[in-house]
């Protein structure tokens, strides 16, 4: 059963506008939480991370909120740019995800920026 | 060269083929990772090495053998693969041990096809 769960394979957004990518999880000893942008032909890149005693956090256009008791955490991308079109992964760590620091991935969101 | 480097990028192979994929991280890093992206499923976790020691097999079949020889090399030795081992392999290094999320960096990764 899966871990991580983005439940959207997909979002289009305009650009200009804020783009929401969703990620929920079931494991409640993850002690952080990643997201990933991955364009074609190339691998995943690190985006931006929350530790589990934080709601937010912040860096330039992208902010990380999580709800640990909804077990839920989302990316806010504002204001979203075409260059932003991607897939984002969600990622977990911790216990339950096996050996220090192996991250749980979720299937993706495929984010398009339309101009 | 900088980063995380995959070799070859593309491979096409036959069910009876032996084949390997190669990966150097030039980061100093001292956690190598091999993780498969199969089409519409989350990023799986195969094998990780802490200090050239294999800390985690996650139930990879015996076909695929992963080599460590060193803290900045990764191999993943191929043999009698069935077509539904076609995928993306990725390769991931990162600096374990820390405080901290466990930020890992991926390689473009190896297309890899299974006939």
């Known amino acids: 059963d899966q871990q991580v769960k983005q439940n959207s394979p997909s979002l289009s957004v305009q650009e200009g506008r804020i783009s929401i990518l969703n990620c929920d999880y079931t494991?409640?000893?993850?002690?952080?939480f990643l997201w990933y942008k991955k364009y074609p032909a190339e691998g995943p890149t690190f985006l931006i991370s929350?530790?589990?005693?934080?709601d937010k956090n912040e860096d330039g256009r992208f902010t990380v909120f999580l709800n640990k008791s909804a077990k839920h955490l989302s990316l806010h991308i504002v204001p979203s740019q075409p260059g932003d079109s991607a897939v984002y992964f969600c990622a977990a760590s911790g216990i339950g995800a096996g050996s220090q620091g192996n991250l749980i991935f979720g299937k993706g969101t495929k984010l398009s920026v339309k101009p | 060269e900088t980063g995380v480097t995959q070799t070859p990028r593309h491979l096409v192979m036959g069910m009876t083929n032996k084949k390997s994929l190669k990966c150097e991280q030039h980061?100093?890093?001292?956690?190598m990772y091999w993780y498969k992206q199969s089409a519409k499923k989350p990023l799986e976790l195969m094998f990780v090495?802490?200090?050239?020691?294999?800390?985690e097999n996650n139930s990879v079949p015996s076909r695929f053998s992963p080599e460590c020889p060193n803290s900045s090399h990764l191999f993943l030795h191929l043999h009698t693969l069935q077509p539904e081992d076609s995928a993306l392999y990725l390769c991931?290094?990162?600096?374990?041990?820390?405080?901290?999320?466990?930020?890992?960096?991926f390689g473009a990764g190896s297309r890899l096809t299974v006939l």
């Open positions: 090495y802490n200090f050239k020691e294999q800390t």
């Open positions: 980061l100093g890093h001292n956690a």
């Open positions: 991931a290094s990162s600096q374990v041990g820390g405080s901290g999320a466990n930020v890992l960096t």
């Open positions: 929350i530790s589990s005693i934080k």
């Open positions: 494991n409640s000893m993850f002690d952080y």
